[in-house]
């Protein structure tokens, strides 16, 4: 089982000019089983962003350490797929070549990466657009593309930081759509980072909010607004009173922490 | 060809000027009007504003052609053909009386007289206060004081109208009345005069070297040219003419001896040696002011009142025999007109130093015709051309001589019947020294080629060394820290210091000078690809380590893409740069390239020569450019997009 298992890691950053330290994170612990979806909301600051780059690999822990399927993450890799917000998609290259950037590098012949790449057009809804110039693309089809690119390489974990941030909410909510649809037919584990109470509910299905000073897990929830997603509208979803309900407690808890912190600032 | 040129100049004149106004306002018409056309976007400085707008520079390129053709006078030279001419032989007339007028107000406010009387009165009170009363006794300061007013006396004499002489009371009016006599000739105008067959055949202006024509070819400048003789021969009068008042002779014999019994005692050998130098220099000093009053150079200002009113009657009969001839002169001849110097009339202001651009295009076609044997090219050498070259030479330049002597074998030896037969080493050696015959390819040749392939040349090594170098000093510390110290402390100083060094290491042909331009083309290409490297995107690398990238990969397919937009932009630079420190080079050494060329025309001052070289260069450089932006908009599209 490729569970992903974070152990009482800590992060620190020390500013090498004034020696200052930052705890980003302190003891988070968690296991996260293969084909789980996990939304992390938290005010800004409190260590999101540190935390998927640490299981990304980006950067190393201070303390503790990340397992997937029982080996210690020390570096990227290609089983954990990463999607950034902006995309950070190759705008020399077009889409095509961006989606197979990952198949290129590891040599997979040609004709079959062809299919592939075909294949996860299709499925993101960019069906005739692979031999466009990734700058002529609108902010949510570079968002597909940046989704098509990660999993053309059949990642275990996909890390999403802040996919969907920059785009309108109409884009957006088909992207969640789609992000649920990927969820349901791949069964990958997904862990998305989000400042969307709403998105937060619709799409984790377990749900970590977070605190800062130091960074750490404040409440876990476990949510069946995800599984439901996958039948009905999302719109509907949102008229739910039980959703109505949740969003407002954390809407409240994460007004608290921003209260406390500016009060202690 | 020329002379065709030269007898249809002004319609071909009124032809380009006519063309060139048209484009000139035409284009300011099309250019308001696309300006009402595009609508006026609120934000500043969007990109999409600069693009087209070639009517602008239809715009710019016609309003400079027009004052170009202006003050090169080529406007003058084409609708007035003869005013060269004609002013050439006014310039003679003005030369002519320079003596005179230079001995009155009309050009220097004071009469020459009157400066020289300021002048020695001046010195001859600074000597009197300025005395060595320790070198002389008190007796001889005495006699000195009465020399300097004695020497004053001499002035005065001079100036006095009353001792005027009658000789030269006699020769001033009589010259007077001779410059009148010339007035009136001139304003009678050309009576039955015209120009001689001589004249008349003389090569037109502009068509040979010599530009102007020195013999009148009109019947206005032959009346200049007889009257100008005479003029010569009134100012030779002139300078001639001596005042020297009989008051004045037994004074002068006076004061010669006086200073002499001085200058004696002086030498008799009793003072020391510091005392003898300083009454020697004491002594010397008055005797020189005497001597210049001693030669009758002093008018009384009345006696040349006559000849001051002659030759200013002159001046104005002569601007009035010049007639039209002025407001020409004034409106299509900017600059000082035409002098006489010597020999020969030349022009001056930017009717010299800007040639017109009727001779430019001729010396140009001289120097593009690729017959160097019909005196095309420069120095023998075409400026833009092909020639067939031999492949054997170039397979002896890539290939040394050591491949031979390290195969195997000895080479071979003579025969006892006296003859040698060339085995597998020697036919490698004559290969690896260009003897064998492999052939020829056709290959560009001449000046610009030389120039251009120098700047190819060190511009791809540049890029071949530098783009690496930059890419890694942008990615590593290692790379950055060594070679940073390295790369700026040579790169500040301009290339032109490093010449000199350069040069006589790898000497003055293209060795030295391609070395030189890498140098330069280096440091920006490192510099560049440094900059492009290092300002890749940290998510975008993240990205594809997380895509399965090994670090060489990410270098290839990620950081030197993400770079090329600074390398191109580079690439531009450097060419810029590398032209023109190459013109500047050649200009140091060497015996080809468009910087030669001017170096020679430099040195003979060859204007239009001179040109024709900065608008090659010029050009050339434009071409290069061009060609780089055109790469830069089809290579990196998403560029400001990203
Ligand atoms: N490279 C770094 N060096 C020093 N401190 C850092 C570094 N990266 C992050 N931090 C600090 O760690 C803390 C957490 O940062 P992080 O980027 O993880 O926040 P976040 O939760 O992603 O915030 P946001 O929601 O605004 O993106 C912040 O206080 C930040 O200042
Ligand atoms: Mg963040």
Redesign the interface.
């Known amino acids: 089982m490729a569970n992903l298992i974070c152990d009482n890691l800590c992060m620190t950053f020390t500013n090498p000019q004034t020696g200052g330290k930052v705890e980003a994170l302190k003891d988070i612990n968690f296991t996260l089983k293969k084909g789980e979806l996990l939304a992390v909301l938290g005010p800004s600051g409190c260590g999101k962003t540190t935390l998927l780059n640490m299981i990304?690999?980006?950067i190393n822990p201070t303390g503790g350490h990340i397992t997937l399927g029982g080996d210690v993450i020390k570096?990227?890799?290609?089983e954990?797929?990463?999607v950034?917000q902006?995309g950070?998609l190759?705008?020399?290259?077009t889409v095509a070549k961006n989606v197979d950037?990952?198949l290129?590098?590891?040599s997979t012949d040609k004709q079959e990466s062809a299919e592939l790449v075909e294949k996860w057009l299709d499925i993101v809804g960019l069906q005739g657009f692979g031999d466009t110039?990734?700058?002529q693309l609108s902010g949510g089809m570079q968002q597909r593309v940046?989704l098509a690119?990660?999993l053309v390489?059949n990642p275990d974990v996909i890390l999403m930081d802040e996919p969907l941030g920059a785009l309108d909410a109409l884009t957006r909510e088909k992207m969640q759509s789609l992000v649920l649809d990927l969820w349901k037919e791949t069964g990958k584990t997904i862990m998305i980072i989000t400042h969307s109470v709403e998105e937060a509910l619709l799409l984790g299905e377990r749900l970590f909010v977070m605190a800062p000073r130091p960074g750490r897990i404040h409440k876990e929830y476990n949510l069946p607004f995800a599984e439901r997603g996958l039948k009905e509208s999302l719109r509907e979803i949102k008229q739910d009173s039980h959703f109505a309900d949740v969003r407002e407690e954390i809407l409240t808890m994460i007004w608290n922490m921003e209260e406390e912190i500016m009060g202690r600032a | 060809m020329l002379d065709w040129m030269s007898d249809n100049r002004a319609a071909i004149a009124a032809i380009v000027i006519f063309a060139l106004a048209i484009m000139f306002i035409s284009s300011i018409f099309i250019g308001k009007k696309q300006a009402k056309l595009s609508a006026k976007d609120a934000v500043f400085g969007d990109p999409e504003r600069t693009k087209g707008g070639w009517y602008w520079s239809v715009c710019g390129i016609s309003a400079l052609l027009l004052v170009w053709f202006y003050f090169s006078w080529g406007v003058g030279r084409a609708y007035f053909p003869n005013a060269a001419n004609e002013m050439c032989q006014v310039a003679k007339l003005e030369e002519a009386i320079s003596p005179i007028k230079a001995a009155l107000p009309l050009e220097s406010r004071y009469y020459k007289s009157t400066t020289l009387v300021a002048r020695n009165s001046d010195q001859l009170m600074q000597l009197q206060s300025q005395m060595p009363t320790a070198a002389f006794s008190q007796n001889e300061q005495t006699e000195l004081y009465a020399l300097i007013s004695e020497t004053r006396r001499l002035m005065a004499n001079s100036s006095n109208p009353a001792n005027l002489s009658l000789d030269a009371q006699d020769q001033l009016q009589v010259l007077a009345q001779d410059l009148v006599g010339l007035s009136t000739r001139l304003a009678a105008g050309p009576q039955g005069i015209s120009p001689s067959a001589e004249a008349l055949a003389q090569p037109r202006w502009g068509t040979t070297h010599i530009e102007i024509p020195m013999l009148p070819i009109t019947e206005r400048g032959v009346l200049f040219d007889t009257i100008t003789l005479d003029a010569q021969e009134l100012a030779a009068r002139f300078v001639k003419i001596r005042n020297n008042p009989s008051q004045n002779d037994a004074l002068i014999v006076d004061i010669k001896n006086r200073i002499d019994a001085l200058k004696i005692v002086t030498t008799s050998g009793k003072f020391d040696e510091d005392v003898t130098t300083a009454r020697k220099a004491y002594l010397k000093a008055v005797e020189r002011i005497f001597k210049r009053l001693d030669d009758g150079i002093i008018f009384p200002a009345q006696s040349l009142e006559g000849i001051n009113t002659a030759i200013a009657t002159l001046d104005s009969a002569k601007n009035d025999a010049r007639g039209q001839l002025g407001t020409i002169e004034a409106l299509f001849f900017p600059g000082d007109g035409i002098v006489k110097s010597r020999t020969q009339c030349t022009e001056q202001g930017s009717g010299r130093w800007l040639p017109k651009p009727t001779d430019v295009v001729a010396t140009f076609w001289k120097l593009a015709s690729p017959n160097t044997e019909a005196d095309g090219g420069f120095k023998g050498i075409p400026l833009f051309w092909w020639k067939w070259l031999p492949v054997g030479d170039v397979v002896a330049m890539i290939m040394p001589d050591w491949i031979a002597d390290i195969l195997p074998g000895e080479y071979a030896r003579h025969a006892a019947d006296g003859t040698v037969t060339p085995n597998f080493k020697d036919k490698v050696l004559a290969l690896a020294q260009g003897d064998v015959n492999l052939g020829a390819v056709p290959m560009f040749d001449g000046h610009v080629w030389d120039s251009m392939f120098r700047v190819l040349v060190a511009l791809g090594l540049g890029i071949m060394f530098g783009v690496p170098l930059g890419i890694y000093m942008g990615v590593s510390k290692f790379f950055k820290s060594f070679f940073d110290p390295l790369i700026e402390l040579y790169r500040p100083v301009p290339p032109l210091a490093w010449a000199p060094l350069i040069l006589t290491i790898f000497g003055i042909q293209d060795d030295g000078k391609i070395f030189l331009l890498f140098m330069v083309a280096f440091a920006i290409m490192v510099i560049s690809a440094r900059t492009g490297a290092s300002g890749t995107?940290l998510?975008?690398i993240?990205?594809?380590?997380?895509?399965?990238?090994?670090n060489g990969?990410i270098l290839r397919?990620?950081i030197l893409?993400?770079a090329?937009p600074e390398i191109l932009t580079g690439i531009r630079i450097a060419i810029g740069v590398c032209w023109g420190t190459l013109v500047a080079a050649e200009m140091l050494a060497g015996t080809t390239g468009v910087g030669f060329i001017e170096n020679v025309a430099r040195t003979v001052s060859d204007y239009e020569l001179i040109w024709v070289t900065i608008l090659i260069m010029g050009i050339l450089g434009l071409a290069f450019d061009l060609i780089m932006r055109w790469v830069i908009t089809k290579t990196?599209?998403?560029r400001g997009?990203?």
């Open positions: 990304a690999g980006f570096s990227p890799g290609v954990r797929g990463m950034f902006q950070a190759f705008e020399w290259l950037f990952g290129r590098m590891k110039p990734t700058y940046a690119r990660c390489n | 995107q998510s975008k993240r990205a594809s380590h997380s895509l399965g990238a090994t990969q397919n990620v893409p993400n090329l990196i599209p998403w997009k990203g």
